[in-house]
């Protein structure tokens, strides 16, 4: 069975450019999750998707933006890119309320580098 | 304050020695516990799940949880160099919109 795939695997950007990444979940899963893992600072949620809707969002401004599609495909999109915004995207899936048992099944990530 | 603390290290023993790695944190609603394994390069993978307090064991590896005292730790026995990555712990309420992760503890067994 395929796992969490994420593209691209790296991308390089400078400030104020738009980034987009791409995830695809475990074939039956419906829920999607982005998370932030910055440099010391963990992982950080971003957005939850869970049958195409918004069903959570972290503590980030508006610029990050996402979506799920009908084939649970998700994208998350990062506009007027900062230095800061440098880190490691990770894509999670699962089934619905697996946020309980943690069965959450990540990707390798999208490695994102501002300049 | 962060909801979840984790001391990052970096941690290094030798093989063969057990390891204790930690997590504090301040939401007294949480009551699911998990730890999950990164290894370099690698998403994070669910290694144990516990629910509530108490102790669940699997193989050479033990999770606990005092909900009294806010913490939780992983337990490695026998630990092998395969063990070497970062250990987050991340845990959530019930019916909890997200799941919420500690800083993670790089952790080097030294053959």
């Known amino acids: 069975e395929a796992g969490v795939t994420q593209s691209p695997t790296h991308l390089i950007k400078t400030r104020g450019q738009q980034a987009t990444l791409r995830c695809s979940p475990i074939?039956?899963?419906?829920?999607v999750y982005w998370y932030q893992q910055a440099l010391g600072l963990g992982l950080q949620f971003l957005l939850w998707?869970?049958?195409?809707?918004?069903?959570n969002r972290g503590n980030f401004p508006p610029r990050f933006s996402g979506r799920q599609f009908p084939n649970y495909s998700s994208e998350l999109n990062v506009n007027a890119l900062e230095l800061e915004d440098s880190a490691l995207y990770l894509c999670?899936?699962?089934?619905?309320?697996?946020?309980?048992?943690?069965?959450?099944?990540f990707g390798e990530g999208s490695r994102l580098t501002v300049l | 304050q962060k909801e979840v603390e984790q001391d990052p290290g970096p941690l290094s023993v030798p093989e063969g020695a057990i390891v204790s790695l930690n997590c504090t944190y301040s939401?007294?609603?949480?009551?699911?516990f998990m730890w999950y394994r990164q290894y370099s390069r690698k998403g994070p993978e669910l290694l144990m799940y516990?629910?509530?307090?108490g102790n669940k064991e699997d193989g050479r590896f033990t999770a606990q949880v005092d909900k009294s005292s806010k913490y939780i730790s992983l337990f490695i026995r026998d630990s092998q160099p395969s063990d070497s990555a970062t250990y987050l712990c991340?845990?959530?309420?019930?019916?909890?919109?997200?799941?919420?992760f500690g800083q993670g503890t790089r952790l080097t067994i030294n053959p």
């Open positions: 999670a899936s699962s089934r619905w309320g697996a946020l309980d048992t943690g069965e959450l099944f």
């Open positions: 074939s039956g899963h419906t829920s």
């Open positions: 998707y869970d049958e195409g809707e918004e069903r």
């Open positions: 939401n007294s609603a949480f009551q699911y």
């Open positions: 516990t629910y509530s307090s």
């Open positions: 991340a845990m959530s309420a019930q019916g909890a919109q997200k799941l919420v």
